[in-house]
């Protein structure tokens, strides 16, 4: 069982930027991929980013490309996303999630945990 846990979003200019972190409980965290995901009012979940078990791999959406970055500290059980060049496109509750057995590079992530997500707000 893992436990997942956001903080760090908030109300930001565009152009500026964020950084989330997500916080997972259980000693198993270094087994998992992890990746985030937004939800903006109206539309589906949407992947965003992930990184693989050990760091090594890493993915984005399109969208995001250049602008986020996503992270990972094991020995700290938490796994960031830094979020810059903010767009008001990007506003969304953002999801942080952890799957096992799968290929980051893929991007096909179908997590077997969530966390309770937290809001991004970009004002143009």
């Known amino acids: 069982q893992v436990q997942l846990v956001e903080s760090g979003g908030g109300l930001v200019q565009a152009g500026g930027s964020l950084r989330l972190s997500c916080a997972a409980s259980?000693?198993?965290?270094?087994?998992?991929?992890m990746g985030w995901f937004r939800q903006a009012p109206g539309k589906e979940r949407e992947f965003v980013a992930a990184i693989s078990w050990s760091g090594g791999s890493t993915a984005y959406a399109d969208s995001v490309k250049g602008r986020f970055t996503i992270s990972r500290d094991n020995a700290k059980n938490t796994v960031y996303l830094q979020m810059n060049s903010l767009k008001p496109e990007d506003t969304a509750v953002y999801y942080c999630?952890?799957?096992?057995?799968?290929?980051?590079?893929?991007?096909?992530?179908?997590?077997?945990?969530w966390g309770q997500g937290t809001q991004v707000t970009v004002s143009s």
């Open positions: 999630a952890a799957a096992q057995g799968v290929i980051v590079a893929t991007k096909r992530i179908r997590p077997d945990y």
């Open positions: 259980g000693r198993t965290f270094s087994s998992y991929a």
